[in-house]
């Protein structure tokens, strides 16, 4: 303990007998304490405490009029709870009842009469060199909570300026698609009439289907952005109900049919009861599109998707399934990636923001997709949601369902 500490320590000295009074200031002046104070009336105790405000209490047990328990529980409600205030009890009292009632009024420490000097001046100092620790360790506590306070309101200020810039971002990118697509729309009719000025030329037919699928790419891909940033900025937005997996899968088999379709490529009849899942309808169908879709751009004319269900442990994993098109490890490292979609090639060229805005989706609601290859070739998407709990109206719905795949099924292609 510092010396200047020692000098700066009060101690309040109460015992109703002078000698012991004179004996224990003798003590403190040889040990370098400057600043005490003596009590023989014990009665006068608690105004003293009060003025006086010492670091260390000096209490005889043994007193007329107001003994030393009496003046530990008025001291104990006097200080707050907050504060450390060393006792040394000093007694002729060595029975065991007297150290236990000390020790529960609030005493820290007990010196016996008569007092040995060299022992009375280490305890006096232990007790102060823990209250002065404990002082530090309030400091310090004080001092943490003014720089977390301090941290907090610089948080909250960067929260509120993020939501502000959050919310712009997205009125930015609203903003952004509706003018795209305004110039687009004025572009693409312009387009259309100059293809109409062509008639029935060989070569308008070609230039007709370039025109429909370049449209149909960039506002698919102006869609497939703004929803990805609308997940980033705002997807606890996002409604999150029971949902039968089934039944998105059906939407999404007839949304893909005409794009599968073009391609030759044949779709498999969803499977049975995939179960109820948390999900937003809308959303689970257009994950579920995009990688079908996916699937099919890998697929060469003849191909079959196969759509199967793979039981786990904790929920049906709905498979999916292209028969041709392999992946290199890179690119499979990349496939969810928003900035890779130029460089996974397909037959039917890349594949665009699809498989982002799936895997975004499916996070979203607490599922997964992954990507691997098949042997001997074809890629493999392994779809996961998180189960919900299924009430009897919607295991009804989904055993409805799983009848008609299975009708579907057994019909003739």
Same mark, same amino acid.
């Given at each position: 303990?510092?010396?200047?500490?020692?000098?700066?320590?009060?101690?309040?000295?109460?015992?109703?007998?002078?000698?012991?009074?004179?004996?224990?200031?003798?003590?403190?002046?040889?040990?370098?304490?400057?600043?005490?104070?003596?009590?023989?009336?014990?009665?006068?105790?608690?105004?003293?405490?009060?003025?006086?405000?010492?670091?260390?209490?000096?209490?005889?047990?043994?007193?007329?009029?107001?003994?030393?328990?009496?003046?530990?529980?008025?001291?104990?409600?006097?200080?707050?709870?907050?504060?450390?205030?060393?006792?040394?009890?000093?007694?002729?009292?060595?029975?065991?009842?007297?150290?236990?009632?000390?020790?529960?009024?609030?005493?820290?420490?007990?010196?016996?009469?008569?007092?040995?000097?060299?022992?009375?001046?280490?305890?006096?100092?232990?007790?102060?060199?823990?209250?002065?620790?404990?002082?530090?360790?309030?400091?310090?506590?004080?001092?943490?909570?003014?720089?977390?306070?301090? =941290?907090?309101?610089?948080?909250?200020?960067?929260? #509120?300026? $993020? &939501? +502000? *810039? %959050?919310? /712009?971002?997205?009125?930015?990118?609203?903003?952004?698609?509706?003018?795209?697509?305004?110039?687009?729309?004025?572009?693409?009719?312009?387009?259309?009439?100059?293809?109409?000025?062509?008639?029935?030329?060989?070569?308008?037919?070609?230039? =007709?289907?370039?025109?429909?699928?370049?449209?149909? #790419?960039? $506002? &698919? +891909? *102006? %869609?497939? /952005?703004?929803?990805?940033?609308?997940?980033?900025?705002?997807?606890?937005?996002?409604?999150?109900?029971?949902?039968?997996?089934?039944?998105?899968?059906?939407?999404?088999?007839?949304?893909?049919?005409?794009?599968?379709?073009?391609?030759?490529?044949?779709?498999?009849?969803?499977?049975?009861?995939?179960?109820?899942?948390?999900?937003?309808?809308?959303?689970?169908?257009?994950?579920?599109?995009?990688?079908?879709?996916?699937?099919?751009?890998?697929?060469?004319?003849?191909?079959?998707?196969?759509?199967?269900?793979?039981?786990?442990?904790?929920?049906?994993?709905?498979?999916?399934?292209?028969?041709?098109?392999?992946?290199?490890?890179?690119?499979?490292?990349?496939?969810?990636?928003?900035?890779?979609?130029?460089?996974?090639?397909?037959?039917?060229?890349?594949?665009?923001?699809?498989?982002?805005?799936?895997?975004?989706?499916?996070?979203?609601?607490?599922?997964?997709?992954?990507?691997?290859?098949?042997?001997?070739?074809?890629?493999?998407?392994?779809?996961?949601?998180?189960?919900?709990?299924?009430?009897?109206?919607?295991?009804?719905?989904?055993?409805?369902?799983?009848?008609?795949?299975?009708?579907?099924?057994?019909?003739?292609?």
């Amino acid at each position: 303990m510092p010396l200047e500490f020692v000098q700066s320590s009060r101690i309040l000295i109460v015992d109703d007998q002078e000698p012991n009074v004179l004996l224990i200031k003798r003590i403190l002046e040889r040990h370098g304490y400057r600043q005490f104070r003596t009590i023989t009336d014990s009665t006068t105790v608690i105004e003293e405490f009060k003025t006086f405000q010492p670091d260390l209490l000096l209490l005889d047990l043994m007193m007329p009029k107001v003994d030393g328990y009496s003046v530990l529980t008025q001291v104990r409600e006097c200080i707050r709870g907050d504060v450390y205030l060393p006792i040394l009890v000093i007694t002729a009292d060595v029975s065991r009842t007297a150290k236990q009632k000390a020790l529960a009024l609030g005493a820290k420490d007990f010196l016996t009469k008569p007092i040995d000097a060299t022992e009375a001046a280490l305890r006096i100092y232990n007790l102060l060199e823990t209250r002065w620790l404990y002082r530090r360790i309030q400091l310090h506590n004080a001092h943490l909570e003014q720089i977390v306070a301090s =941290r907090t309101r610089d948080l909250t200020e960067a929260h #509120r300026r $993020l &939501s +502000i *810039l %959050d919310e /712009a971002k997205n009125d930015f990118l609203r903003l952004i698609s509706h003018e795209f697509r305004t110039p687009l729309n004025g572009l693409l009719g312009t387009s259309e009439l100059i293809l109409d000025e062509l008639g029935s030329k060989p070569e308008s037919g070609e230039l =007709r289907e370039m025109l429909r699928l370049s449209r149909c #790419r960039i $506002l &698919s +891909i *102006l %869609d497939d /952005a703004l929803l990805l940033s609308q997940i980033e900025v705002e997807g606890q937005k996002f409604a999150c109900e029971p949902v039968s997996l089934s039944e998105a899968l059906i939407q999404a088999l007839e949304e893909a049919a005409e794009f599968a379709d073009s391609r030759q490529v044949l779709l498999q009849p969803a499977p049975m009861e995939l179960g109820i899942v948390l999900g937003n309808i809308n959303l689970l169908v257009k994950a579920l599109r995009a990688l079908i879709e996916a699937a099919v751009k890998f697929s060469k004319p003849g191909d079959t998707i196969k759509l199967m269900r793979e039981n786990t442990n904790d929920s049906p994993t709905l498979i999916i399934c292209s028969q041709s098109g392999w992946l290199p490890d890179s690119a499979i490292a990349k496939f969810f990636d928003v900035f890779s979609l130029s460089e996974v090639s397909t037959p039917a060229g890349n594949l665009g923001l699809g498989p982002s805005v799936a895997n975004r989706i499916l996070a979203l609601f607490g599922g997964w997709v992954t990507v691997t290859n098949r042997d001997p070739s074809g890629i493999r998407l392994a779809v996961s949601c998180r189960p919900a709990e299924q009430s009897p109206e919607m295991i009804e719905a989904e055993t409805l369902l799983g009848l008609q795949c299975e009708d579907l099924r057994k019909r003739p292609s």
